[in-house]
T-cell receptor, first 112, second 112 residues
Framework: NAGVTQTPKFQVLKTGQSMTLQCAQD?????MYWYRQDPGMGLRLIYY???????DKGEVPNGYNVSRLNKREFSLRLESAAPSQTSVYFC???????????FGPGTRLTVT | GESVGLHLPTLSVQEGDNSIINCAYS??????FIWYKQESGKGPQFIID?????DKRQGQRVTVLLNKTVKHLSLQIAATQPGDSAVYFC???????????FGTGTRLKVLA
């Protein structure tokens, strides 16, 4: 039981490049989330998926897109990376409207 | 090294002493509260949670207290150990939503 897994662990992009961050969970949770963590800002919600087939914007969705591929997988795409997107990205999952989110180990992204 | 957590408030305690970490939450409609621990380079790890119909909840060496009147949450760690050194976050969730709001965190340093 791996919990929440994320790939890659580290990534360096040049401004304007695109990439997809992958996330998978094996806990059969309905809800999945993408957060970014910046110094002094706490965790901020980018997008979430309350259940398979639905996605919604969070606090800071600009510059990102998401895909809920199936119940297990939720990916985050940066179409044209900007230096302001340098951050640590965490994926999380939880039961629908109950229980706490479980977090993955994070992806450390640097955009130069 | 880990850049997240720079300039956080820091609590330094002697090994074996009790620690109290405080959090003020913002939304009077929040009905679920969580404490997370985050070690350097890792994702947030669940410690304990509490619902708004309770004032106190205890776990193994940890206690969470909720004061809804002043919108205050605290985490008490008994007999603090070196392994407790980390950044601690509180999170709140409004009933009927999927949005968790995270605090910026407190760094706990355990002195030998």
């Amino acid at each position: 039981n791996a919990g929440v897994t994320q790939t890659p662990k580290f990534q360096v992009l040049k401004t304007g490049q695109s990439m997809t961050l992958q996330c998978a969970q094996d806990m059969n949770h309905n809800s999945m989330y993408w957060y970014r963590q910046d110094p002094g800002m706490g965790l901020r919600l980018i997008y979430y998926s309350a259940s398979e087939g639905t996605t919604d914007k969070g606090e800071v969705p600009n510059g990102y897109n998401v895909s809920r591929l199936n119940k297990r997988e939720f990916s985050l795409r940066l179409e044209s990376a900007a230096p302001s997107q340098t951050s640590v990205y965490f994926c999380a999952s939880s039961e629908l409207d109950s229980g706490h989110p479980y977090f993955g180990p994070g992806t450390r992204l640097t955009v130069t | 090294g880990e850049s997240v957590g720079l300039h956080l408030p820091t609590l330094s305690v002697q090994e074996g002493d009790n620690s109290i970490i405080n959090c003020a939450y913002s939304n009077s409609a929040s009905d679920y509260f969580i404490w997370y621990k985050q070690e350097s380079g890792k994702g947030p790890q669940f410690i304990i949670d509490i619902r708004s119909n309770m004032d106190k909840r205890q776990g193994q060496r940890v206690t969470v207290l909720l004061n809804k009147t002043v919108k205050h949450l605290s985490l008490q760690i008994a007999a603090t150990q070196p392994g407790d050194s980390a950044v601690y976050f509180c999170a709140e969730k409004e009933g009927g939503t999927y949005k968790y709001i995270f605090g910026t965190g407190t760094r706990l340093k355990v002195l030998a």
